[in-house]
């Protein structure tokens, strides 16, 4: 047997980490500015994380829902206090795509209804729903096609004024849209989809998987637009590398026995890492170090030329150049040794570090980036010759 092969790799084989630094299995060194997609929130093998994963695991890691978990209560109280939304629940599963879908569950057996609104570009995963949700008709099956999803443009207030009515079951926003290339919905859009979706007895629903923990400065990034969405899903950030994910629910959304389910959501060693991801985050006050180093990068990368536009709050930052960028991230990864993300708009990379990054990390990033732009420059100058 081998790996079913649907995966775009880098022949690069990753034995170690710890922070913001990668090593392969000849011993040379990476810097990782992409986290794995935005996995890794409080650095690489943080060592407050190893201890409490390996103490539990030494206890018990795995027991099914139908006993007491008594972790899944200080998971809720703390990233309740820590979010600011103390009075929701939180459903916890495996997967950003699994926390959307029982999102869309959630908000169809609270109203009934059917019809979905996402946006133009939009990404929240692979499975049934979720991926009828996303703006990429290349990966969906024929199985997903669904009537039930119509995509808007982002941040066209109008548009979706006109297209609200009685109808719609949820509209659902990524806090900032991330595999898109970080496009950020306004603020004033954010505060119509609240207001519609209250004003037609629909569910909103912010998909924070990618922008939430911390990322943007805020705990999550829809908060920067003073929201309060019905449901809010979370994901990567959440575990730095261990599988869990959930939905933050409102209060006006009661729990029925046997609504929704899953046999791994919320095991004893899920909820052990995402614990220890709280309170490192909170510990290290890593928030206030994400907007820090989030505006660092931004004025350092402003002094680079040759880059079209930079988009970004915190540190969730697409760097925009004139034509497709797949050639300075090879450049950046093979000359440089910096890992950096793709995303749909080819145009566009994506920056998604650890939360603990130093000024000292951005230096060397925009440092190398430098390089690979004037690499790039000589390049066409050659060629053309
Ligand atoms: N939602 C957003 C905004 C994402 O960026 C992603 C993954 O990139 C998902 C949902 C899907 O998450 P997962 O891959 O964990 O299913």
Same mark, same amino acid.
């Given at each position: 047997?081998?790996?079913?092969?649907?995966?775009?790799?880098?022949?690069?084989?990753?034995?170690?980490?710890? +922070?913001?630094?990668?090593?392969?299995?000849?011993?040379?060194?990476?810097?990782?500015?992409?986290?794995?997609?935005?996995?890794?929130?409080?650095?690489? +093998?943080?060592?407050?994380?190893? =201890?409490?994963?390996?103490?539990?695991?030494?206890?018990?890691?795995?027991?099914?829902?139908?006993?007491?978990?008594?972790?899944?209560? !200080?998971?809720?109280?703390?990233?309740? !206090?820590?979010?600011?939304?103390?009075?929701?629940?939180?459903?916890?599963?495996?997967?950003?795509? !699994?926390?959307?879908?029982?999102?869309?569950?959630?908000?169809?057996?609270?109203?009934? @209804?059917?019809?979905?609104?996402?946006?133009?570009?939009?990404?929240?995963?692979?499975?049934?729903? =979720?991926?009828? *949700? #996303?703006?990429?008709?290349?990966?969906?099956?024929?199985?997903?096609?669904?009537?039930?999803?119509?995509?808007?443009?982002?941040?066209?207030?109008?548009?979706?004024?006109?297209?609200?009515?009685?109808?719609?079951?949820?509209?659902?926003?990524?806090?900032?849209?991330?595999? =898109?290339?970080?496009?950020?919905? /306004?603020?004033?859009?954010?505060?119509?989809?609240?207001?519609?979706?209250?004003?037609?007895?629909?569910?909103?629903?912010?998909?924070?998987?990618?922008?939430?923990?911390? @990322?943007?400065?805020?705990?999550?990034?829809?908060?920067?637009?003073?929201?309060?969405?019905?449901?809010?899903?979370?994901?990567?950030?959440?575990?730095?590398?261990?599988?869990? *994910?959930?939905?933050?629910?409102?209060?006006?959304?009661?729990?029925?026995?046997?609504?929704?389910?899953?046999?791994?959501?919320?095991?004893?060693?899920?909820? *052990?890492?995402?614990?220890?991801?709280?309170?490192?985050?909170?510990?290290?006050?890593?928030?206030?170090?994400?907007?820090?180093?989030?505006?660092?990068?931004? /004025? /350092?990368?402003?002094?680079?030329?040759?880059?079209?536009?930079? @988009?970004?709050?915190?540190?969730?930052?697409?760097?925009?150049?004139? !034509?497709?960028?797949?050639?300075? @991230?090879?450049?950046?990864?093979?000359?440089?040794?910096?890992? #950096?993300?793709?995303?749909?708009?080819?145009?566009?990379?994506?920056?998604?570090?650890?939360? #603990?990054?130093?000024?000292?990390?951005?230096?060397?990033?925009? #440092?190398?980036?430098?390089?690979?732009?004037?690499?790039?420059?000589?390049?066409?100058?050659?060629?053309?010759?």
């Amino acid at each position: 047997m081998k790996p079913y092969d649907v995966y775009s790799i880098f022949d690069i084989e990753i034995v170690k980490a710890s +922070g913001i630094t990668l090593w392969d299995k000849n011993g040379h060194a990476y810097l990782d500015l992409y986290g794995g997609h935005a996995v890794i929130s409080i650095g690489h +093998g943080h060592p407050d994380y190893i =201890a409490a994963i390996g103490n539990q695991l030494e206890k018990i890691g795995f027991y099914s829902n139908s006993v007491k978990i008594n972790l899944q209560d !200080e998971l809720a109280e703390k990233l309740g !206090e820590m979010s600011g939304y103390p009075d929701y629940d939180i459903f916890l599963c495996n997967s950003g795509a !699994e926390a959307n879908e029982n999102a869309f569950k959630l908000a169809s057996f609270y109203n009934g @209804r059917k019809k979905i609104i996402a946006f133009n570009n939009s990404f929240h995963g692979r499975t049934s729903l =979720a991926v009828a *949700a #996303t703006d990429n008709q290349g990966i969906a099956a024929p199985v997903n096609k669904t009537e039930h999803v119509c995509f808007l443009p982002l941040n066209d207030c109008e548009l979706l004024e006109k297209t609200m009515d009685e109808s719609v079951c949820a509209v659902i926003v990524e806090g900032i849209q991330g595999v =898109a290339g970080v496009n950020i919905p /306004s603020a004033p859009f954010l505060k119509q989809i609240e207001n519609l979706c209250h004003k037609y007895g629909a569910i909103m629903i912010l998909d924070e998987v990618q922008s939430g923990y911390g @990322r943007s400065g805020k705990f999550f990034a829809h908060q920067w637009a003073d929201v309060k969405p019905h449901l809010i899903t979370v994901a990567k950030g959440m575990g730095n590398g261990f599988p869990v *994910a959930g939905i933050l629910i409102c209060p006006q959304l009661p729990a029925k026995k046997e609504m929704l389910g899953t046999t791994f959501g919320g095991n004893y060693l899920a909820c *052990a890492a995402a614990i220890s991801v709280l309170d490192v985050i909170k510990k290290e006050d890593l928030i206030s170090n994400a907007l820090r180093m989030g505006d660092y990068l931004t /004025s /350092s990368l402003q002094t680079v030329p040759g880059i079209k536009e930079i @988009r970004g709050v915190g540190l969730m930052t697409g760097i925009e150049f004139d !034509e497709p960028c797949s050639e300075i @991230r090879k450049e950046l990864l093979f000359r440089h040794s910096v890992f #950096t993300g793709s995303s749909s708009n080819k145009n566009t990379i994506r920056i998604l570090p650890s939360l #603990t990054i130093t000024k000292a990390g951005i230096d060397m990033f925009v #440092t190398a980036l430098k390089s690979s732009l004037v690499s790039k420059k000589n390049e066409i100058l050659y060629n053309s010759k």
